[in-house]
């Protein structure tokens, strides 16, 4: 194994300066820039990019990301990264990020993998500046060092890393196309509220739950807090621990939870098992059974998140005023409207949480061989994906 450090291996380049690109030269078509929210997973989340014309990408050359290249958070969470693949090649990166380009001497995706590691990401942690708001620059992630096989090696333990992650990958993308599915069928068939014949409001189908749970009953796969709820519609990570109260929320399956914390970010969840939630998530239980997906799809819509932020109070740390989002209108379909949408809705969010069950499956598989490999514990050639 060789060792060198991160500036022996790599060049490393700071994202623009606020003087250099404002958010005023935004445009709505043009090249992507990848922002801190963006990182976090090995590929970078898509969804509301800001863009920039040609002419301010041609302006700023050297921000101008390549394949192999990987991405970290400058602010923040500062031992976050992601990795430029082919589709990427060509997209930017904003000022409150850095970009690593690997030299010939270690495989990118090996060096990508090798940030994941847990005893890297802590020393990138503690190498950060500032309580409040960590920051790192080019100098000190610099002097991380690397350990390294021969190039051969690298690919293979990259490989089989990347394998993984590629199922992974594949798993969300058809659970992209299953929601928008989904939600295509519920506005189809109940988005307009003033052309139904039943209308009504969302208390006429659901309540919050009141029931309580033993904490002692839950453990970290069945507690939901904001802080285990990913945004933008994601579902979930397993919470990192558990109320110190003797009790907390009682979930069932079937409810729908949603974050009631800055409501923008959209976090939802729907119950696919008993479980609990802490006090800052709304448990949203159906009033009958089968209304638990056409209350989820309700929920899942743009347009709630929207009346939802609407109506939130406070500015720092927004809340959704409870009893106004159960004025929010909706349609109040008849039995039979009902029942054939659940003949596709329900399949539909079984596969959703399928896939994302195997996903996590797929990462504690991928978390449990990254160390081993990357230490030589566990040899290559064992391995057989």
């Given amino acids: 194994m060789k060792e060198k450090f991160l500036r022996e291996l790599a060049d490393i380049q700071t994202g623009p300066f606020g003087s250099q690109l404002h958010k005023e030269d935004y445009v709505a078509d043009g090249t992507p820039i990848v922002t801190v929210e963006h990182l976090g997973n090995k590929m970078f989340s898509e969804q509301n990019l800001p863009r920039v014309s040609n002419t301010d990408k041609n302006r700023l050359k050297k921000y101008v990301l390549k394949q192999g290249d990987i991405v970290f958070s400058r602010v923040g969470s500062v031992d976050r990264c992601s990795y430029v693949d082919q589709k990427h090649d060509g997209w930017m990166f904003s000022g409150r990020c850095l970009r690593v380009r690997p030299t010939s001497e270690i495989v990118s995706e090996y060096l990508y993998y090798y940030f994941c590691l847990e005893e890297t990401k802590q020393f990138v942690r503690n190498i ?109 990570t397993e919470a990192t621990s558990l109320p110190t109260t003797p009790q907390t929320t009682a979930c069932h399956k079937g409810d729908t939870l949603i974050s009631n914390i800055r409501p923008y970010f959209k976090k939802i969840v729907y119950c696919e098992d008993e479980c609990g939630c802490s006090t800052d998530v709304l448990c949203f239980m159906p009033n009958q059974p089968q209304y638990s997906a056409y209350l989820f799809s309700t929920l899942y819509a743009d347009k709630f998140f929207a009346f939802m932020v609407a109506g939130a109070k406070g500015t720092k740390m927004p809340r959704g005023d409870k009893q106004r989002i159960m004025t929010y209108p909706i349609v109040l379909p008849s039995e039979v409207a009902l029942a054939e949408f659940n003949i596709i809705a329900l399949p539909l969010i079984k596969q959703i949480y399928s896939n994302r069950a195997e996903n996590k499956r797929l990462s504690l598989l991928r978390d449990t061989l990254l160390p081993k490999l990357m230490s030589g514990e566990l040899d290559v050639s064992d391995i057989d994906l």
Avoid: H, W
Avoid at 145 to 165: C, N, Y
């Fill in 128 to 236: 950060s500046v500032g309580a409040t708001m960590p920051s790192i620059n080019t100098k000190l992630l610099g002097e991380v060092v690397v350990t390294f096989p021969e190039l051969e090696q690298q690919k293979r333990i990259s490989g089989i890393l990347s394998a993984i992650d590629s199922k992974i990958e594949v798993n969300q993308k058809i659970n992209d196309n299953l929601a928008v599915l989904l939600q295509t069928v519920y506005q189809e068939r109940f988005g307009d509220v003033d052309k139904a014949v039943e209308q009504g409001v969302l208390s006429d189908i659901c309540s919050y739950s009141k029931d309580r749970v033993a904490v002692s009953e839950l453990d970290v796969s069945t507690y939901f807090s904001t802080e285990n709820m990913l945004p933008r519609k994601a579902g979930s």
